[in-house]
């Protein structure tokens, strides 16, 4: 929050655009879609202006009964496109500058903090189920820690449909390293769920994979693992772990796949405001230590593989299973949406009836009574 010279930003911001940055490398601040955007919106600025300019030069000279007035009449056209011309540059020069003050206070932040920054990657390859929907995806303002383990904060886009339907989808997360596979295990928060109780993920999940956990970890999360997983997601969510995710991640949804852990939100992490990242790195701190107890969970499925063949080997039962994950705990299954395939049906059905003239034709039934 200190001040930054702005030169110094803006040269900052050079740096990260410079063709040969190897990795990390800002994204252009003027792609082709916003240049076109930004021509559209200002020749149709400059029509309504123009019209209105052809306006009010008609009342003036109708108004007019001297040879006064009318001197200032045929700069009116170019105080408009001067006036426009300062209101469009000036706009761009404040994101221009906004931005590269942004990435260098970032870059400032992490280094303070022992961390790197870095501005955009395209197509993030975690697994988490927010990072396969869509397209356009990217991660942006991305600052990473790499010790005592790597953990990455940043904001994630993606967006869904085409044309009118287009939709841009909005997140924050922070994606931690574990020390080995886990099942894949969602926490969905109650508390960002939707006005009827819906949850805010982007993916629906068979309720029977749903497992309900002692004390009030119910009211704050509802936990899926896999089907043959609830005694693994029992050793894992323990009664001092579960405390820590009610205390510090109530209002987060955590998602455990492969090797990661990553908490979601639809809202930026990676910003300039000091109290966002005092809590996120509350949150992080405050579960940090419990993972190394989940570095000693291994799969009770995958002892038969780690049976050797040779001679004098040690029997399967002796033998500890290497890490990993057994193929039917490696993704939860998904589940049908039946709240969007009621509200879909609904909408179908009323608009069939207002078509064949039904619905009309009892409501006037009804009023005429």
């Known amino acids: 929050t200190e001040p930054i010279d702005p030169r110094a930003a803006r040269a900052f911001a050079r740096e ?7 990795s990390g490398r800002a994204p252009s601040l003027f792609p082709g879609s916003a240049v076109f955007g930004l021509i559209i919106a200002v020749v149709i600025l400059f029509v309504f202006a123009s019209v209105g300019v052809t306006v009010v030069t008609a009342f003036i000279g109708a108004m007019a009964d001297a040879s006064g007035p009318s001197m200032f009449i045929p700069l009116l056209p ?39 920054f870095t501005p955009h990657v395209g197509g993030p390859a975690l697994p988490g189920m927010i990072f396969s929907q869509g397209s356009e995806r990217a991660a942006s303002d991305l600052v990473r820690g790499h010790s005592p383990r790597f953990v990455e904060f940043a904001n994630y886009r993606y967006t869904t449909g085409s044309g009118k339907n287009k939709t841009t989808h909005r997140w924050g997360y922070v994606a931690v390293k574990l020390d080995v596979p886990l099942p894949n295990i969602v926490l969905d928060a109650t508390g960002n769920n939707g006005l009827f109780g819906g949850s805010n993920l982007p993916t629906t999940f068979d309720r029977k994979q749903r497992l ?11 936990l899926y693992c896999p089907a043959g997983y609830e ?12 405390a ?4 510090h991640a109530a209002a987060l949804d955590v998602e455990i796949a492969d090797d990661w852990l990553f908490l979601y939100a639809k ?6 405001d000091p109290a966002t990242w005092a809590w996120l790195f509350s949150v992080v701190g405050a579960l940090l230590d419990k993972f190394a107890q989940w570095a000693r969970w291994r799969d009770e499925r995958l002892r038969a593989d780690a049976a050797s063949p040779l001679p004098f080997a040690a029997p399967a039962a ?8 057994a193929a039917p705990g490696r993704r939860l299954k998904r589940g049908v949406p ?7 049906a609904g909408f179908l059905l009323f608009w069939l009836l207002m078509q064949s003239g039904l619905f009309a034709g009892v409501l006037g039934a009804l009023f005429n009574r």
């Not at 990260?16 to 190897?22: H, N």
């Not at 309900?212 to 509802?222: A, C, I, K, Q, V």
């Not at 820590?244 to 205390?247: L, S, T």
């Not at 809202?267 to 300039?272: A, G, K, V």
């Open 16 to 22: 990260l655009r410079a063709p040969g940055r190897a």
């Open 78 to 116: 170019l105080l408009l496109v001067a006036g426009v011309a300062i209101a469009v540059g000036s706009a761009v020069f404040r994101g221009i500058g906004g931005t590269a003050a942004r990435w260098y206070r970032l870059d400032r932040f992490a280094r303070a903090n022992g961390m790197s």
């Open 212 to 222: 309900s956990l002692e004390g009030d970890f119910d009211r704050y999360f509802s």
């Open 231 to 242: 005694r693994d997601a029992l050793y894992l969510f323990t009664p001092d772990i579960m």
């Open 244 to 247: 820590r995710f009610i205390d």
């Open 267 to 272: 809202r930026d992490f990676s910003t300039l």
């Open 318 to 325: 002796a033998l500890r299973p290497p890490p990993g994950v």
């Open 338 to 344: 039946w709240a969007t395939v009621i509200a879909v």
